[in-house]
């Protein structure tokens, strides 16, 4: 009798990793693999009369990622479904776990442990849950191959212990004020010599050995620390001619990718560089339906649901601690999103949205929670008119609110009721434990007379708590505490009483109720001096301000001509009296002429065809008025 023949209408496959691929695939000798499952599908879907299901318990560490293709579809109408066996929570995973941790270093608190068998390299780690930070500080000056050599290279005097891994990168994409000078000195990257701050790791890859610090709180023997080695878990792809059809996968946990570069694991948050590959990705399929799954502590995006696919369903899934996007949609039509829960999302890359729907039709996002991100939590990018419908989403605030360099299309949506009923547990759920805050990036001062402006990106890892205040640390030793909301109004700090002629640089640390995160890498040196030729700035280049529903949507654009020190607030003062309304924030201090400020004042709706003057202010005064019309 044929293997088709020996199952039943509804056909069962059982899939454990204490089981073997040479067994039948029954309850009680299960096969060890879902790829050797899926080989055993397609003997049995080519008529199908029912579902075919194929039962999943236990954790699958994979090296190469499950790939489904046409032949793997449902037929007659039905279903191909992956899913937890009866009472299991099954683990799909791109990590090793790395036990066997000892102290190495008692003065620096540095531990290590082997890396496991198998892992070769990988550029991100994480401690229960939590990601990690690679290893960061700053060099004093360049050091170059030769004269000609823009790319920074190992001080050879450093005795660098394993010099091919360090990574020198300059201050990346959005970078202003004193880290956009062309002698501003490169971070270095991925050094044995910098390990002893909480929360920093290294791979000594020659020794095969890991290294880390833990943060305050961690026990660091009983930790579950994970070093990732896949960035690729699971991939569906049809054909224009055969598209993949009818799969359904649910109750699967997805967790732990790496970015296939260090690049991509820089905590820079730059929205110009391309994300890598997504860690499940669905292509040219239709009616695949994820139910209840998880996508956790990924550096990759997480679900991409891409070109020609069609009638798709995301439902009551959980997407957190996702360095990228939690899920795009590309290319496609017919999705439904719907009852999910995206925290902890987008969390290192400020550009991307927690959800992001590109040239795509008759999208619907409907009753999620969009929480914790840093920016922004849907991208709306070149849809069809009425191709997206958003409705009852409960999305909080952002973290950051940095997204003045972001385009005019790209919005988030206003708040709503977010999960139903039956999935208000998942609104409460930890997908990772307490511990301090990363500490910001960007950091970047301005020197003016007798004192600086110092800003920075918060980072969106709070440690599980939000962040109460950041403390700004001067090389003269002097110190300035700043609550979180009034940096984050604010988006700078005005660091007084500062000696002229004198070089300083600044460094900004973070603080939770649970304790404060490291100092971040020091700012380049700058030096405070009387400017004498200090002027006031320009009027803004570009203003529009177009009345909405639900308030009004601004845009401004400054002009090039600052007067010798950077746009810190833009005032705009209705024809109509109604107030001066002071606008500042991280997004005002990183505009500039090729950057619009992008915000929607909510409440505010002066009366259409009237005028508001909008001036820009720096430390050399206020400029003169830019007078615009107000559209409809």
Partial sequence: MGLAAAFPAHAALWVSPEGDDSNPGSEEAPLRTITRARDLVRTLNRDMSDDITVFISGEHRLESPIVLGAEDSGSNGFNVVYTAAPGEHPVISGGYHVPGWSLADKGRNLWSAPAPAGLSTTFVLYVNGTLASRTRGRLL????????????????????????????????????????????????????????MPGEWYLDRPAHRLYYTPRVGEEISTADVVA????VLWVGEGSREHPLTGIIIKGIRFEYTTVPSPLDASPDGSAARP?????????QASGIQFLEDEFLHMSTPALCIGPGSTGCVVDGCAFAQ????????DQAAGIRVTENRFTYVATEHHGAGAITVERSGDVTVENNQIDHYPDLALV????????LHVASNLILRPMVGYHGSLPPEVATHPDGDGLPPAYAAMADRRFSS?????????????????????TWIPSCQDGGAPVLYFTVSASTGAVKVVPAEEFLAKGYVSFEDLENGHGITFAVSAANRIGSSRPSPPTTNVSPTHKRKLKAPAAPALVSLKVEKEGTAVEITPSASDGGSPVIAFALSPSVPSGRI????????HSDVAHAMVRFLRGWSPMPGSTVAVTSISAGGESQPLVVAVKR
Avoid: H
Wanted: aromatic letters at 10%.
């Fill in 275 to 283: 994300p890598p590959p997504p860690a499940v990705s669905f292509s």
């Fill in 380 to 387: 709306d990018r070149g849809n069809a008119a009425g191709g």
């Fill in 434 to 454: 307490l511990t301090i805050p990363r500490p910001p990036t960007r950091v970047a001062a301005e020197a003016e007379d007798g004192f600086a402006y110092v």
């Fill in 141 to 196: 000056q360049f050091f170059t191959k030769n004269a000609t050599d823009d790319a920074a290279a190992p001080d050879p005097t450093a005795q660098w212990k394993n010099p091919a891994d360090v990574v020198f990168q300059r201050p990346g994409a959005g970078s202003i004020w004193s880290e956009k000078s062309p002698g501003a000195p490169p971070y270095v990257e991925n050094a044995y010599e910098l390990l002893g």
């Fill in 228 to 231: 990732p080695s896949a960035g």
């Fill in 582 to 589: 002071l606008l500042e924030g991280l997004d005002v201090v």
């Fill in 322 to 329: 996702i360095s990228w996007s939690a899920l795009r949609i």
